[in-house]
């Protein structure tokens, strides 16, 4: 029942509950820190002097104790056994990839990854719904409000990883004629991005099959001004091509080939074959905690 949010603003949630001990900011910068980098061990000096290098060193190295003994206490009161979630010696530590597996954006990469290489139009239903689970858990960017330089590259890929989903399932609701989700999706794209012209452009497409040609006109419109206003350029002669086609209205056909079933069926198969390893690993780490539960049964 652990959720470890760190799209938008940082938090831990015990189910519906927010768990006590990540109120200080270093403890934060030290977690979010570890959980963006799973299964890797990371020397105690380095760690200080990234997390706080504008500091001298023997003031770094004093916050980075400070704030791990915090993490310890805050994951100790979990009742998860702290010392499987939390690896630490004199000179390295290292966070459990299973604790990753309650953050947030390790399940948004998960989903990302499953569908790489994966037009929308060949989706299948399962992954839909997946991608839809995952753009829903881009509650914000990453870290917002921080600017440290170890976040900053991380929150331009996630922020892409999150544009290309959504592209995705635009392409996805065309294919399977679900226009108006595919809208709502489009929306969202150039709420992030107002100037994405190929996001404009699926658009006019989306309101002219939903019966909306003025919309896909004016949505034309919209894609000039914007790209006039941010990048001082003119529509693509695709984009214009869509136009005259709506204004004519004679949209020619989708560019999308018709859903192939039995690659539908391969893709289901692989993403249920990526459900079945993923509940193996949660299998083997339940085990691993039940004999770290009985061993120290046995002790007392």
Known sequence: MLRICLFGRFAVYDAETAVAGFASRRVQELFSYLLLQPGRAHSRESLATLLWQDLPAVQSKKYLRQALWQLQ??????NLAPQALLVSDLDWLQVDPTLCSCADVTLFQRA???VRGIRGQHLTYAQYEMLVQ?????RGDLLEGWYHDWCIYPREQLQNMHLAM????????EAHQAYEEGIQFGAHILHIDIARERTHRRLMRLHYLAGDRT??????QSC???LRQ???VAPARSTVEVYEQIRADNLRDAPYPAVNPTANLNYTLLYLQQIQNLLGEFQTHVAQQIQTVQHALAEQ
């Open 215 to 220: 919309a896909a006109l004016r949505q034309y």
């Open 112 to 114: 990302f990854t499953a």
């Open 134 to 138: 995952a753009t829903s858990l881009y």
């Open 224 to 226: 000039a001004l914007a």
């Open 73 to 78: 206490n805050a994951l100790g009161g979990l």
């Open 166 to 173: 959504l592209d995705k399932l635009m392409g996805f609701c």
């Open 230 to 232: 941010e990048l001082n």
